[in-house]
Each structure stands twice: as C-alpha cells, then as structure tokens.
C-alpha cells in the first residue's frame, strides 16, 4: 500500500496524473473533498508535525511538473513514511 501523497495548490495537475501513473496514491487539494485552495497557506505555521507524516517543500519555483513528479516518485521509492517525518526541504540535487 502506498503512502497517500496531497499535492498544494500550486503545483500543476499534471503532478498529480504523473505519479498516479508511477502507482501513487495522490491526491491535488483543488480535487480534494474537505479541503480548497489557500487551505493549505502557511503549512508550518498553522499544523504541528503530530498532523502529519511528513512534507516535501521545494525551494525553488521553477521546477517542471515532470522533475516534480520524477523527484516526488524518486523519494517516495526510496524512503519509507517513517522517514520522511516532519518537513523535508527538497532542492535541485534531486534532479
């Protein structure tokens, strides 16, 4: 069973088609039930690490959808939930 992955809202759909295609259980928070955009604003602020399992936070803005999907798949392939707890910051490296 694969661990269920929320996209933000500023991240192109395509992200969220693409993993789905690796076998992810993704979710985009434009498509989600209970949450809409601007939901999701100041993540760190608003949600203790006890919410959550984890969160990938990209620094830079510029990535395609697919070098986010590659990396997203890349990492969650690699690293079981347990660790990946807490906010994980993830830069070009992955690419």
């Known amino acids: 069973m694969s661990?269920?992955?929320?996209?933000?809202e500023n991240l192109e759909h395509e992200v969220c088609y693409r993993l789905r295609n690796d076998g992810h259980d993704v979710e985009h928070v434009d498509?989600?039930?209970?949450?809409?955009?601007?939901?999701?604003?100041?993540?760190?602020?608003?949600?203790?690490?006890?919410?959550y399992w984890g969160v990938l936070f990209f620094t830079d803005n510029d990535w395609s959808a697919a070098d986010v999907a590659d990396t997203v798949h890349r990492i969650l392939t690699l690293y079981p939930p347990s660790e990946l707890q807490g906010m994980d910051v993830v830069g070009r490296e992955w690419l």
Do not use: I, R
Request: a negative charge.
């Open 3 to 8: 661990t269920p992955v929320l996209l933000d």
């Open 31 to 51: 498509f989600h039930d209970q949450l809409q955009k601007g939901d999701d604003d100041d993540f760190e602020e608003y949600y203790d690490e006890s919410d």
